[in-house]
């Protein structure tokens, strides 16, 4: 297991981040997964072992069970709080009130407070927000991180599901009024859908924020259980749930060449998509999630698999990015501008 700086915060975070979306099952989320305590307990200790030092969960998975769940598996562990980085969101809705949802300074506090009861825990080592609030304002949103950072409750800051605009724009309000900004960000990536390459990855890249890939295996999609002729795995998420957006037509092409490679290296094809990503430039932590302890190691594993440059540029190529305005102009003018090396 490597270690990355999270943006520049001098915090090493494992190239591997545990999700707890699978944790608990209630509600909605049971299309993601109803994981019982004692299977939690279990996958945590196994990621622990293996190196993994980052936990993702959210205050909305299961309806704040995952946290729960989180925070006791933690606790029967005897897991020292220094070793492990915990990162949970804020935005979604977690109450019938009308203030029950949102990126108010008021829903932001509550619940922070609430999540922290839950996990048992004292401080949040990365507070995301988890979708864009269109009701409120950024500073607002801003100076109600700002809130529970001063506080103590909160280490650091992060943003998911954004705009690469609305990204800059909110650390701008923070660098301007001397507040936190923003250091990790949390989208959905993976090879058979690299749209933040367009924008959001070169901003990180610019700006020095951590990129952590939500669902790199695509929900299930690039688990291998997907194939042409076998379109209904029988025992995935996706089946059910059919999420993240994928052009499957795209995505088939890019399982059979990862099928290929695979079989060359006589691994599972969700391992060959995993160690891609790990390669790719700006990526700090990528989020996995599991439901059986196999599944989890498997995910593991991925770290140890080293595709060659000639695999990495074939992947490249059949999941590459149709061409768009600016891109094309920008990729055209830049005729002559090129450093010299």
Same mark, same amino acid.
């Given at each position: ?46 990621? /622990? ?51 029950? @949802? ?61 705009? *690469?605009?609305?990204? @800059?724009?909110?650390?701008? /309000? #923070? ?8 250091? #990790? ?25 951590? /990129? ?33 957006? @994928? ?22 094809? *969700?391992?060959?998509?995993? *160690? ?9 932590? /990528? ?13 593991? #594993? ?40």
């Amino acid at each position: 297991m490597r270690y990355n700086t999270l943006g520049n915060t001098g915090v090493l975070v494992s190239e591997l981040c545990l999700g707890a979306m699978t944790f608990g099952g209630k509600g909605f989320w049971t299309n993601i997964g109803k994981l019982p305590q004692e299977e939690v307990t279990n996958l945590v200790k196994i990621a /622990i072992e293996n190196g993994i030092n980052f936990i993702d969960t959210a205050n909305v998975y299961s309806e704040g069970l995952s946290e729960i769940m989180l925070g006791k598996a933690l606790k029967d562990l005897g897991t020292s709080r220094q070793d492990v980085f915990i990162a949970t969101k804020v935005r979604g809705r977690m109450g019938e009130g009308v203030n029950q @949802v949102g990126l108010s300074r008021l829903h932001i506090q509550y619940s922070v407070d609430d999540s922290l009861q839950r996990l048992g825990l004292d401080h949040i080592d990365l507070l995301y927000i988890h979708g864009v609030d269109p009701v409120t304002g950024l500073e607002e949103t801003m100076r109600g991180l700002e809130e529970v950072v001063r506080s103590g409750k909160v280490r650091y800051l992060g943003i998911s599901n954004h705009p *690469a605009w609305m990204v @800059v724009k909110a650390n701008a /309000i #923070a660098e301007k009024m001397g507040w936190n900004k923003f250091v #990790a960000l949390q989208n959905y990536y993976s090879i058979a859908g690299r749209d933040i390459e367009r924008d959001i990855v070169p901003m990180a890249l610019s700006e020095n924020l951590g /990129i952590m890939p939500w669902s790199p295996l695509a929900g299930g999609f690039l688990s291998g259980k997907f194939t042409r002729k076998t379109q209904k795995a029988g025992d995935s998420r996706r089946d059910e749930f059919d999420f993240p957006p @994928v052009n499957k037509e795209k995505a088939y092409e890019i399982i059979e060449l990862m099928q290929e490679i695979a079989s060359a290296h006589g691994v599972a094809v *969700a391992r060959v998509a995993l *160690a891609w990503m790990l390669r790719k430039k700006g990526i700090t932590s /990528i989020i996995i999630g599991a439901k059986k302890e196999d599944q989890l190691r498997e995910n593991i #594993a991925s770290t140890t698999l080293m595709l060659t440059a000639d695999e990495m540029s074939r992947l490249d190529y059949v999941s590459e990015l149709g061409k768009e305005y600016p891109g094309w102009m920008i990729e055209r003018q830049a005729d002559g501008r090129q450093p010299k090396v």
